[in-house]
């Protein structure tokens, strides 16, 4: 029974997953499109509140999230749903959920109660602000982790006040991160037989996501401010005016800067004493900026893109994301998977960024309904016909 896999690669592992909204999915997907056998446990649809914060069912957020997975439902608030789980339990490798810190304690499926019943389970939780501390029990949103992770004082225009990324970034990293402990533990499992306790959070994935501004206050005591579309150390890297529209340039070094003024046809840019070394080209990076605008007007986007690479110049055309999709390049990649769906169509769906030589991943199977595969995985951990009537019956599932 089950489902096509989308990948031979993690096909021996049995996940239960219990996450909702964006985080704790994010992970699982990544467990499904390695072709893990995710089980996906949901409230049943008489308790359902609405749509959730989640979005629809059919709205392609919760699509793009939940391919590759089956779905049961189960109350996770009655002492037969409980007791369901736990016995499935028994037979899984992974558990993930993304509950606040207390929620899992109240229901009695935190770690240390499912543990006890498989020492084995590998159980990924992910929370805004950790499993304790302080702010323990705060809900935790992307939005307020870019905050609070200090993304927001480096983005946007100097002067423009904070802004926020365009994506979900500490939702998207956190639940990768989380993904990634889960095969680290999996691994170490294999020495060990045992499992262990995989933890991350919003706030951290967001600290750790700082990369090299956050090294530049914790060795150098620098706190870095917002650039634009500045880099902050290789300069002149931004965005620069073309006839028809814009493109990024990358100059790192002198020997590329030496390549961009010959290339634009700006021998007095490298002759200037104010742009000779990289210091000076920093201090003066607004004055260069506009200077630099006014060779790069002269040609279009496409154009200096294909100049100023065959120079040894870094550049790329700025793309709306339809145009992101057309590219040739992406489009050999294949980033865009399709998957059949039951009127002949077919729905697409970003796919994996990463490439294996023998076990690939894919689009396999589009996302459940609400319970869709209940009575099947049931009778997979176990269950007789009589028992899942009996589940049904209590409104256990």
């Known amino acids: 029974m089950g489902i096509p896999r989308a990948s031979t690669a993690l096909e021996r592992f049995l996940v239960l997953d219990l996450t909702r909204v964006r985080a704790g999915p994010t992970c699982v997907r990544q467990l499904a499109d390695w072709g893990a056998n995710v089980v996906k446990i949901e409230t049943p649809e008489s308790m359902q509140e609405g749509e959730g914060m989640g979005g629809p069912r059919s709205g392609s957020d919760f699509q793009n999230l939940h391919r590759n997975k089956r779905s049961i439902t189960l109350n996770l608030k009655s002492p037969d749903g409980v007791a369901a789980f736990k016995r499935m339990v028994a037979k899984a490798d992974v558990v993930v959920e993304n509950f606040r810190p207390d929620v899992k304690e109240r229901l009695g499926i935190d770690y240390s109660a499912l543990s006890r019943i498989n020492p084995r389970i590998v159980y990924g939780s992910i929370s805004g602000f950790g499993q304790d501390g302080p702010y323990r029990d705060r809900p935790g949103f992307d939005q307020i982790a870019q905050g609070m992770g200090g993304l927001m004082s480096i983005t946007g225009k100097p002067g423009d006040g904070p802004m926020r990324v365009g994506i979900p970034v500490a939702d998207l990293t956190a639940g990768l991160f989380c993904a990634l402990g889960i095969l680290v533990a999996l691994l170490e499992r294999e020495t060990s037989g045992k499992g262990q306790w995989v933890q991350t959070s919003l706030l951290q994935a967001q600290l750790f996501m700082l990369d090299f501004q956050a090294a530049r206050w914790l060795m150098k005591g620098e706190v870095p401010k917002q650039a634009g579309n500045n880099h902050p150390t290789s300069i002149p890297t931004g965005v620069f005016k073309t006839k028809d529209g814009h493109i990024n340039i990358a100059t790192t070094g002198q020997a590329i800067w030496d390549r961009l003024c010959k290339a634009i046809g700006a021998e007095a840019l490298r002759k200037n004493p104010d742009y000779a070394s990289g210091a000076l080209r920093s201090a003066n990076r607004d004055?260069?900026?506009?200077?630099?605008?006014?060779?790069?007007?002269?040609?279009?986007?496409?154009?200096?893109?294909?100049?100023?690479?065959?120079?040894?110049?870094?550049?790329?055309?700025?793309?709306?994301?339809?145009?992101?999709?057309?590219?040739?390049?992406?489009?050999?990649?294949?980033?865009?998977?399709?998957?059949?769906?039951?009127?002949?169509?077919?729905?697409?769906?970003?796919?994996?960024?990463?490439?294996?030589?023998?076990?690939?991943?894919?689009?396999?199977?589009?996302?459940?309904?609400?319970?869709?595969?209940?009575?099947?995985a049931l009778h997979e951990f176990g269950f007789s016909a009589d028992e899942i009537s009996a589940l049904r019956r209590a409104g256990a599932v």
Request: charged share 20%.
């Open 287 to 376: 004055r260069l900026n506009v200077e630099i605008d006014g060779y790069t007007a002269k040609k279009t986007s496409a154009e200096w893109v294909t100049a100023l690479n065959d120079a040894g110049v870094p550049t790329g055309p700025i793309y709306s994301i339809d145009q992101a999709f057309a590219d040739p390049q992406v489009k050999h990649l294949g980033i865009a998977q399709a998957i059949p769906t039951p009127d002949g169509g077919s729905r697409q769906f970003v796919g994996q960024p990463i490439m294996l030589s023998r076990t690939p991943s894919r689009a396999a199977v589009l996302p459940p309904a609400l319970g869709q595969h209940t009575d099947e």
